[in-house]
Every structure is written in C-alpha cells, then in structure tokens.
C-alpha cells in the first residue's frame, strides 16, 4: 500500500490454528503478561507475546507462541538459552482431555518462538491449547487459547464467517478492531489481507503527522533482528493478544511486511546501497515473519496456499509481493505488457488450477492489491493529490495505480478470461491494501460494463489504522471526501460502493445461497476504548456475480 511519502524519501529520489462459534470465556482473552503468577522473579520465563493458532485443517492445526526465557532475551537481541516449552491440546478448558501433546525447543536462532503443527485430530471440533515453558530459574504456563479444525472436506455446511481485516499500523492508533472481532462468539477464523506490521521509522507515517505510540526500533527496519523487533512490539498489543487467542489466524501478507511496494528486486521504500542488498531485506523480513505468523510457509516459502472448509468454500491464499514485477512508470505502456507479472507463471497457473478443480459452492481469493479496474479521471486538484498520496498515483492525475492489478493487466485478463471461458462461478475476491472500503463487480470488460457482464466480486476492508484520504487531507471525515467517492463511482460503474475514510474491519458471511461483507467503522483509531458500529453491507447472490447492498448485516 502506498502511503505519503516521507521528506527523506523525496530528497534520496531526487539525488538518485479456527474458533468455534460459541462465546469464549474471558480468561481467553486475558493478555499474556496477566498470565504470569504473582510475584514470578524476573528470570522466570515468561509469555509476553501471546498466543494464536492458524492455517487449521480437517485434522490438524498450527499453534505458535514465543518464550521470553530472560528479560535479556528481547525480540531480535540474539539473548537467551534454549528453552523446552511443552504444548497441549485439550478437548475442553480444563485439560482434563488432552488429546495431544509434545515438546519443541525455543531458541534464539528462531527468536525464541515455537510452532507446533499437530496433527491427526477430529474435523470440525473445538480445542484448548496452552504452553508451558521451563528453565532452571522456574516454569511458566500460558495463557490458555482456543481454536477449532476445518470441517471434513466433504462435509455440508450451511454458514462460514470470517472476521477480516487489514493494515494496522502501530504508530496510527490501537488496535480496537481486534478487540471487536475477539468479542464476537460466531466467527470461524480472522482472516488478515495483508500488512500486519509497518516498515517505517518512528514519525515517517503515523496519524495525520502525529505519533499515536512510537514504533521500536525507532528507525525503518532492515535486518533481521529490526524485522524481529518489530513484529514483538506488535505482538504485545493486547487486543491483538486476545485475537489471537480466541481464533485461528489465515494470514497472507502485503508490502509492509517488507517495505512500501515492494516487488521482487526491490522497493519503493528501499534505497539500494544506503540501505544494503534488498535480496538480504527480503529474505530477513520473510524469516522474521514466519517465525513470529502462526501460518505455514508454504509453496517456495511464500503465502499462497489453499485452505477448505468443507464443500462451501475454498480458500485461496495469495503472494503478489515475491514474483511479481517492477511497478511500471505511468503513461509508459508497459502496463499491458505480457512481460510483467504480478503473481509469477507458477502462482498464476496454481490459483487457475485450483480455480477450475474447485467442487465447492464458493472460489474465495484472499488477494492483497485491489484486482477490480478503477479509472481515476479528472478530479479537482485538492482530491487527487491526497487519493495519490493514498493509492500510489502520480499527483499530476492518472488513470490507473500500477501497484494494483491494474498495472499487471496481462495477467488480470488471463485469469478473467480463465473464469469466463470455464464457466467458473462464486469468485470473491478479499482485499485490502488500500485504507478504504469497496465493494463492486469485477468487470470482464470495463469499457463495455454492464454489457460485458461481470466474472467476479470484490469486497476491499479498510484499515484498522493506517491514514485514508481525510486522515491526508487532515478533515473530518465523510466530507470533502464524498466528492472523490461519487467521481469514482460515476467513472467506475461496476465499483458500487467506496468508503475512503473510515477505519475498521469487516465480517465476511458465507451460506450456499450468498456472500455477504458486513462492513464497521471504528469511532476513533487513537483511542484505546473506540467503540465499533455496522455502517454498510453488500452481498453476491450464487450465480450472479453481481453485488448488491444488503440492509443489514447477518445476524
């Protein structure tokens, strides 16, 4: 996602395991640190990180946590003896069941953090897990979590919910959305789009200019350990925490979690020399992620992988940051170009595989940049500035954001074309990126919608933080603002929705009959108390591939 560029950035440019559908008890969303007992010394280990569980299947789950053995073993400081940590996974709260166990090792060459991937459990069953980790100055036991298999991959489910969200970034506020999907008892699994953690150093892009709670390491982040510090600071966000522990996590990444655009040779935010190799930035952020994401890497160490549920729904899980080309210079053509890529040959011949194998009702895509085109045509000079501040536009006025897959339009008419001409049905795209809410058709042809008809729906969420146009603009917002929707929607009529200044989140709602985003907006990002309020919903009814506004949201 592309954010306003700082000053140093302009001078250098210039010279060069999923949670069952009843109510959990408090305890599970108790912070980490409330979990240590009174009056533990300060060598003891502790659990200052939470928690999570993620990427469940129909007999398995992913549990994660991280040991702080010392208080010298800080994230990314390399301190700290190998420490035993035993799991359990219980079939109720008070482990009086426990249906699995084991022990795995934490050590400072993985941070101090520990995943255990277990296997050969029931589909489509609630469990408890916790962790105990053991020194010689003492033990400790974790807060406990809950989490739930996938149902078996022929079973008949009659709803699916997800909790959704994206963009939180440290320095812009508290993460109160995650503490409103923690207190919803009927969600299934949070899924997050993308940009977990941010990049930059303290003030370089924070809330309206102003610094909410500064991020450690105070400068941009490099190398492993910056990456290692920074994922921990998130990690001790306890709304987060309780997240974490109360659903499993299916998390994909975006540019954030290495630097602002990234592609695969390189950044926007990263300056070749000043700021090292970007093959070594790259290959530190991926490992600091997967050490510290209860996700499992996947096919060559990336995010894109499928998850099941059933035969309602698949889940395919993308990574448009690994393979994907340069961002192409606007007005050069190159947009079009069969020699750029935005997923790379294996990637895109996967997810068109996958695709057309497909036997469930619903093809949902968990896609980190916007897929659906949006053309953005004369808007006043005060809009378009902050909208190209936002969307990585150049601020003379463009048509389209080539960090989106309007930049990679050889790819994103393969696989439209693949979706049409295979009478593949129930695609819903799930983005975010872009600090703003969407909801809208995906067009076989803009020019000619709705003639052409649509293949496919998106639904974008907004932030949990990050600044969107009145946040740039620095006015309140659903103001100035609702000039720039109502022009994007008269240029884009298959886009039926945009919402370019809440924060918040989304539930995503799925039946055999329809899909629907319930969209929230958060009533004050800087507050750790925000309340939380429905404003819109939209749904796709089977067959249709069309959108439309629903009145309410699912109850």
Same mark, same amino acid.
């Given at each position: 996602m592309t954010s306003a560029r700082p000053c140093r950035r302009q001078v250098l440019k210039a010279g060069a395991l999923a949670a069952g559908a009843s109510a959990l008890p408090l305890a599970l969303s108790t912070p980490a640190e409330a979990a240590q007992p009174a009056g533990t010394p300060e060598a003891t280990p502790r659990f200052l990180h939470g928690i999570a569980s993620g990427d469940p299947l129909p007999d398995g789950v992913l549990l994660w946590t991280r040991v702080t053995p010392r208080p010298e073993a800080v994230p990314g400081s390399g301190l700290g003896p190998d420490t035993e940590v035993r799991w359990e996974l219980g079939a109720d709260q008070a482990f009086t069941r426990i249906v699995a166990s084991g022990t795995v090792t934490a050590t400072a060459a993985a941070d101090h953090t520990v995943k255990a991937d277990v296997r050969g459990l029931t589909p489509d069953t609630p469990y408890w897990y916790r962790f105990t980790a053991t020194t010689s100055t003492g033990t400790t036991v974790s807060p406990t979590g809950r989490t739930r298999t996938t149902p078996a991959t022929d079973a008949a489910l009659a709803r699916l919910r997800f909790g959704v969200a994206s963009c939180a970034n440290w320095e812009a506020g508290y993460f109160s959305a995650y503490r409103h999907l923690a207190a919803r008892g009927d969600l299934d699994a949070f899924l997050f789009l993308g940009d977990y953690i941010y990049e930059y150093k303290t003030g !370089?892009?924070?809330?309206?200019?102003?610094?909410? $709670?500064?991020? +450690?390491?105070?400068?941009e982040i490099l190398t492993l350990a910056d990456y290692r510090t920074r994922h921990g600071q998130y990690k001790t966000d306890e709304d987060l925490q309780a997240l974490h522990a109360k659903l499993p996590t299916i998390a994909i990444w975006d540019d954030h979690e290495f630097a602002n655009d990234a592609w695969s040779g390189g950044a926007e935010n990263h300056t070749p020399g000043a700021e090292g190799d970007w093959t070594d930035r790259m290959a530190a952020a991926k490992q600091a992620y997967f050490e510290w994401m209860p996700v499992r890497p996947s096919i060559a160490g990336t995010t894109y992988r499928r998850l099941r549920y059933g035969r309602l729904a698949d889940l395919h899980l993308m990574d448009q940051r690994s393979f994907r080309s340069q961002q192409a210079r606007t007005g050069s053509g190159a947009v079009d170009s069969a020699d750029r890529t935005i997923t790379g040959r294996a990637q895109l011949d996967w997810l068109k595989a996958g695709l057309s194998a497909s036997d469930t009702t619903w093809r949902l895509i968990g896609n980190e940049v916007m897929i659906s085109p949006v053309a953005f045509l004369s808007l006043p000079d005060y809009l378009l500035r902050p909208l190209a501040k936002l969307l990585g536009l150049p601020g003379e006025g463009v048509a389209v954001n080539p960090d989106q897959w309007d930049g990679y339009t050889h790819d994103r008419r393969e696989l439209l074309g693949h979706l049409k001409a295979n009478g593949i049905t129930n695609t819903v795209f799930l983005t975010g990126d872009i600090h703003s809410a969407w909801a809208g058709d995906?067009?076989? !042809? +803009?020019? &000619?919608?709705?003639?052409?008809?649509?293949? +496919?729906? !998106?639904?974008?969420? &907004?932030?949990?933080?990050? =600044?969107?146009? =009145? =946040?740039?603009?620095?006015?309140a917002p659903q103001t100035v603002s609702l000039a720039a929707a109502t022009a994007i929607r008269t240029a884009?009529?298959?886009?039926k929705w945009v919402d370019l200044d809440s924060h918040g989140y989304g539930v995503l709602d799925i039946t055999p009959e329809q899909t629907q985003m319930d969209y929230?907006?958060?009533?004050?990002?800087?507050?750790?108390?925000? &309340?939380?309020?429905?404003?819109?919903?939209? $749904?796709? /009814?089977?067959? &249709?591939? $069309?959108? !439309? /506004? +629903?009145d309410a949201p699912v109850t």
């Open positions: !370089e892009f924070c809330a309206r200019g102003t610094v909410v $709670r500064p991020h +450690a390491p105070t400068h995906v067009p076989n !042809e +803009a020019a &000619t919608y709705p003639l052409s008809g649509s293949v +496919a729906t !998106e639904f974008v969420v &907004t932030s949990v933080t990050s =600044d969107n146009v =009145d =946040d740039l603009l620095k006015v884009n009529p298959h886009v929230y907006v958060l009533s004050d990002r800087t507050r750790k108390d925000a &309340t939380s309020s429905w404003t819109r919903s939209y $749904r796709t /009814r089977t067959g &249709t591939q $069309r959108i !439309e /506004r +629903a």
